[in-house]
């Protein structure tokens, strides 16, 4: 075809195909980042929304959070720092079924988030009287692995009353069941209270998906021990 068909005459006529293919371009463009926008966005306005009554209080974001390196355990609560104890076995096993979690290895006092979950040091080990602690990083869901650990806890926000959770330790296994979730600012202490009553398990994450600025805290008492 001629050059002269894609240049527009002095005259008028018909607008440069070039232009037209120009803005095509840019409304894909467009379009493709507002969808990248809204598919980051989305999980996290919709979990403040859906969990609202799940919020202890009123939690303001912590503008430096993601300058703290949160796949250390030992960042998670500073003013009070994790124990060294001596127990029977350092690491045990734990699954959720919901979340097609099996076997996932806890590490008992560790450090690092990214290599295994971690029971944090100074709290209960299972079976025990008192309350297990265990911590879980979390991303957006949209990448959840029940085998990465780097976002193995992404769908906890998912758990409900009465969904199982259960622990291999020293050869005994332990069956849970969720009681309650809350959500609370990061530096709230009450989810390493010890209760002597029975035997309790905790599972920590940050909230809404894929940020730093609060706790999700899933509860859950021990039914059966086999």
């Known amino acids: 075809m001629p050059l002269y068909r894609y240049v527009k005459s002095a005259r008028g006529g018909e607008p ?5 293919v120009s803005r095509t371009v840019s409304y894909t463009l467009l379009s493709f980042g507002a969808a990248i926008l809204v598919w980051v966005l989305w999980p996290i306005l919709s979990f403040s ?3 609202a009554d799940l919020f202890t209080s009123t939690v303001t974001p912590v503008s430096d959070a993601y300058a703290v390196d949160y796949t250390n355990a030992n960042a998670w609560f500073p003013t009070s720092p994790q124990k060294k104890v001596v127990t029977p076995v350092n690491t045990y096993a734990l699954s959720i079924p919901k979340l097609k979690i099996v076997s996932a290895e806890v ?11 971690i029971h944090y040091g100074g709290t209960a080990v299972p079976g025990q ?4 602690v265990i911590f879980g990083h979390s991303a957006l869901p949209q990448f959840f692995s029940p085998k990465d650990y780097k976002t193995i806890f992404s769908l906890l926000p998912t758990m409900k009353e009465g969904d199982e959770i259960t622990i291999t330790y020293d050869g005994i296994s332990y069956t849970y069941h969720v009681t309650d979730l809350t959500v609370s ?8 209270e010890q209760k002597f009553d029975d035997s309790y398990l905790t599972l920590i994450t940050c909230v809404p998906p894929g940020t730093y600025w609060q706790r999700l805290h899933v509860k859950a008492r021990l039914v059966r021990s086999i």
């Open 107 to 117: 590490n008992i006092g560790g450090d690092d988030l990214s290599k295994g979950l």
């Open 129 to 132: 009287y008192g309350n297990t």
């Open 49 to 51: 929304v859906v969990n």
């Open 16 to 20: 440069k195909p070039k232009r037209r």
């Open 185 to 192: 600012a990061p530096s709230d202490l009450s989810a390493l």
